[in-house]
């Protein structure tokens, strides 16, 4: 099959030939037929990264009718950036169709700008649920002519915590609309949006339930946790023309990362929740162009990324869920490329990824950080190779030529060779000249599935016990509440004691030394999307739920109104 055979405009098959496109991907050539010239609702089930942007897009292009100005086509997906993505594939894909207009909606950015855009006439509208909400409260969107509506990462929108505005969304469009779910997985949330909105669906599902693409590798190097940073350089150093995502855990880390990496020279920068609409802007561009080759992201400013020629992940911290891992990986080995993916880990953490490995039925290489030696002699190879395949034109250095060889005149070819060497190797053999080994041995976990060892014994006198407003319902386990409380309060983890998770809130223990610490610290702090209350509980026999804690629905967040997606 070739996109020739779908039916598609010449428009659009001229356009699809200049980008490259040869041959429809799977999702694609399932979904194509259908959906250009069926009636029916939709669902495709495919991971995330394999050409679902044009299996939608481009029967959405081919049904616009240029005459009206009315939302024809809503898209809905769960982040800016990849509102912004779909927005630029499609004006890619319709280029040469007349009259087109697609305008991006979402949170960060001008909204008197996007409201300019919808009265100037836009057919297809990509939109967060956040700032279409808006745009509806404001009637400066009108859905009551929406023909289709795409929800696109639609179990992302639901692990988002947008539920609530997909709903609303919905029930202002036409009840006679064509509703195409496409989505990596069908939990029940999912299922339950299928069920209420979707009447008789084609079903195409690829892959059955989330797996990580099989073009994936996936390494483990485990080292203590002073050696952590140390442990990252020297997988970028050994790695010449790495193009990476590094996760870690929060914002405060991922900050820091990216600073102590661009001290050193690295082309690095940050992407995280506390950056300005026009600083995420900027990064993003650097990083698509390549001037960024290591971008320090946290995982929920990473939701929606979509960069194609990504090589490396690297989890410098490991995720809590396997399919936060499942979710980090498919950064990499996009539109049939291969890929690499790194964890880091203690000793206590290896019981963790072998979690990972059941949930998501793949296995780790456990491997050796490299030595200073290898690392050295990676480099120079690298630079050996950029320099016998860099293109010289002799014309247009002839006449510096001369100079040139005047001031090198004295030097015999050794020296010369030296000379280069040093000047561009220095750092690597300060760095590594004496470098020891930081590989750690590989023994079991200690302290549960988190590997967490705490001093301080359950119900041991002089404990003081607190409460805290999240609980199962939330996804929290024992290992994001004690980084919470380290990460606020400044405490070490050793500090922590018991920690009991119940539907909706918990309680843990801290050592009575580094109780006025969390009191000070842990006042209203934000986390995963929302503001966390934690205070005093008193002793266990007459504990209770305390009184006049404001009832928070568990999974209802939105990030996106948060950091202005």
Same mark, same amino acid.
């Given at each position: 099959m070739d996109f020739k055979t779908t039916g598609l405009r010449a428009e659009l098959l001229r356009a699809l030939e200049e980008l490259g496109f040869d041959a429809p991907m799977p999702i694609q050539a399932a979904a194509l037929p259908e959906l250009l010239n069926g009636s029916r609702d939709f669902i495709g089930l495919a991971q995330t990264g394999t050409g679902k942007t044009a299996a939608f897009g481009l029967p959405l292009l081919q049904r616009v009718d240029t005459a009206l100005k009315n939302p024809q086509s809503?898209?809905?997906?769960?982040?800016?950036? =990849?509102?912004?993505?779909?927005?630029?594939? /499609?004006? &890619?894909?319709? +280029?040469?169709? @007349?009259? !087109?207009?697609? #305008?991006?909606?979402?949170?960060?950015?001008?909204?008197?700008?996007?409201?300019?855009?919808?009265?100037?006439?836009?057919?297809?509208?990509?939109?967060?649920p956040g700032r279409l909400i808006d745009?509806?409260?404001?009637?400066?969107?009108?859905?009551?002519?929406?023909?289709?509506?795409?929800?696109?990462?639609?179990?992302?929108?639901?692990?988002?915590?947008?539920?609530?505005?997909?709903?609303?969304?919905?029930?202002?469009?036409?009840?006679?609309r064509q509703t195409w779910l496409f989505s990596a997985t069908m939990p029940p949330a999912v299922a339950a949006i299928a069920q209420t909105? =979707?009447?008789?669906?084609?079903?195409?599902? /690829?892959? &059955?339930?989330? +797996?990580?693409? @099989?073009? !994936?590798?996936? #390494?483990?190097?485990?080292?203590?946790?002073?050696?952590?940073?140390?442990?990252?350089?020297?997988?970028?150093?050994?790695?010449?023309?790495?193009?990476?995502l590094v996760f870690c855990r929060t914002r405060r880390e991922t900050q820091s990362v990216a600073d102590a990496l661009m001290q050193e020279g690295y082309p690095a920068d940050a992407l995280h929740g506390d950056l300005g609409q026009a600083q995420r802007d900027h990064v993003m561009r650097k990083f698509r162009q390549q001037s960024i080759r290591l971008l320090v992201a946290t995982d929920v400013a990473a939701r929606g990324l979509d960069v194609d020629a990504i090589s490396h992940i690297?989890?410098?911290?490991?995720?809590?869920?396997?399919?936060?891992?499942?979710?980090?990986?498919?950064?990499?080995?996009? #539109?049939?490329?291969?890929?690499?993916?790194?964890?880091?880990?203690?000793?206590?953490?290896?019981?963790?990824?072998?979690?990972?490995?059941?949930?998501?039925?793949?296995?780790?290489?456990?491997?050796?950080?490299?030595?200073?030696?290898?690392?050295?002699?990676?480099?120079?190879?690298?630079?050996?190779?950029?320099?016998?395949?860099?293109?010289?034109?002799?014309?247009?250095f002839a006449s510096y030529l001369p100079a040139v060889s005047q001031a090198l005149a004295g030097l015999d070819r050794e020296e010369l060779i030296l000379r280069f060497m040093a000047a561009d190797f220095n750092r690597f053999f300060k760095d590594y000249r004496e470098a020891?080994?930081?590989?750690?041995?590989?023994?079991?976990?200690?302290?549960?599935?988190?590997?967490?060892?705490?001093?301080?014994?359950?119900?041991?006198?002089?404990?003081?016990?607190?409460?805290?407003?999240?609980?199962?319902?939330?996804?929290?386990?024992?290992?994001?509440?004690?980084?919470?409380?380290?990460?606020?309060?400044?405490?070490?983890?050793?500090?922590?004691?018991?920690?009991?998770?119940?539907?909706?809130?918990?309680?843990?223990?801290?050592?009575?030394?580094?109780?006025?610490?969390?009191?000070?610290?842990?006042?209203?702090?934000?986390?995963?999307?929302?503001?966390?209350?934690?205070?005093?509980?008193?002793n266990k026999r007459s504990l209770g739920k305390p009184d006049r804690v404001r009832k928070v629905r568990p999974g209802i967040r939105h990030p996106e109104r948060r950091v202005s997606a």
């Amino acid at each position: 099959m070739d996109f020739k055979t779908t039916g598609l405009r010449a428009e659009l098959l001229r356009a699809l030939e200049e980008l490259g496109f040869d041959a429809p991907m799977p999702i694609q050539a399932a979904a194509l037929p259908e959906l250009l010239n069926g009636s029916r609702d939709f669902i495709g089930l495919a991971q995330t990264g394999t050409g679902k942007t044009a299996a939608f897009g481009l029967p959405l292009l081919q049904r616009v009718d240029t005459a009206l100005k009315n939302p024809q086509s809503v898209i809905l997906c769960p982040t800016r950036e =990849l509102c912004l993505q779909i927005t630029e594939d /499609l004006k &890619g894909y319709g +280029r040469y169709l @007349p009259r !087109i207009r697609v #305008a991006a909606v979402y949170g960060g950015a001008s909204i008197a700008h996007q409201i300019r855009q919808l009265r100037d006439g836009s057919q297809i509208v990509v939109a967060t649920p956040g700032r279409l909400i808006d745009l509806m409260q404001r009637r400066a969107v009108d859905l009551s002519h929406t023909a289709t509506c795409v929800l696109d990462e639609a179990d992302e929108m639901l692990n988002m915590g947008f539920q609530e505005d997909i709903d609303r969304i919905l029930k202002q469009m036409p009840a006679n609309r064509q509703t195409w779910l496409f989505s990596a997985t069908m939990p029940p949330a999912v299922a339950a949006i299928a069920q209420t909105y =979707l009447d008789d669906p084609y079903k195409v599902s /690829l892959g &059955g339930r989330r +797996r990580i693409a @099989p073009n !994936i590798t996936h #390494a483990c190097y485990v080292m203590n946790e002073r050696h952590r940073y140390q442990g990252l350089k020297r997988i970028i150093d050994f790695t010449p023309g790495i193009f990476g995502l590094v996760f870690c855990r929060t914002r405060r880390e991922t900050q820091s990362v990216a600073d102590a990496l661009m001290q050193e020279g690295y082309p690095a920068d940050a992407l995280h929740g506390d950056l300005g609409q026009a600083q995420r802007d900027h990064v993003m561009r650097k990083f698509r162009q390549q001037s960024i080759r290591l971008l320090v992201a946290t995982d929920v400013a990473a939701r929606g990324l979509d960069v194609d020629a990504i090589s490396h992940i690297i989890h410098y911290n490991l995720p809590d869920d396997p399919d936060i891992y499942t979710h980090r990986s498919g950064r990499t080995a996009r #539109a049939g490329r291969s890929g690499v993916s790194i964890a880091l880990s203690t000793p206590r953490e290896v019981g963790r990824l072998r979690t990972m490995e059941r949930a998501n039925a793949m296995r780790f290489e456990f491997k050796k950080f490299p030595n200073g030696r290898a690392i050295c002699e990676r480099q120079l190879d690298g630079f050996v190779d950029r320099i016998v395949e860099t293109p010289v034109d002799p014309e247009a250095f002839a006449s510096y030529l001369p100079a040139v060889s005047q001031a090198l005149a004295g030097l015999d070819r050794e020296e010369l060779i030296l000379r280069f060497m040093a000047a561009d190797f220095n750092r690597f053999f300060k760095d590594y000249r004496e470098a020891g080994d930081i590989n750690a041995a590989v023994r079991p976990a200690a302290g549960g599935p988190a590997g967490i060892r705490r001093q301080v014994r359950p119900d041991a006198p002089g404990a003081q016990r607190f409460f805290i407003n999240v609980g199962r319902l939330d996804k929290i386990n024992e290992g994001a509440i004690v980084r919470l409380v380290c990460d606020h309060s400044g405490i070490r983890s050793q500090q922590i004691g018991r920690i009991e998770l119940k539907r909706e809130f918990s309680f843990f223990e801290v050592a009575s030394t580094a109780a006025d610490q969390v009191r000070r610290n842990l006042k209203d702090v934000p986390f995963d999307g929302r503001r966390v209350q934690v205070r005093d509980a008193g002793n266990k026999r007459s504990l209770g739920k305390p009184d006049r804690v404001r009832k928070v629905r568990p999974g209802i967040r939105h990030p996106e109104r948060r950091v202005s997606a």
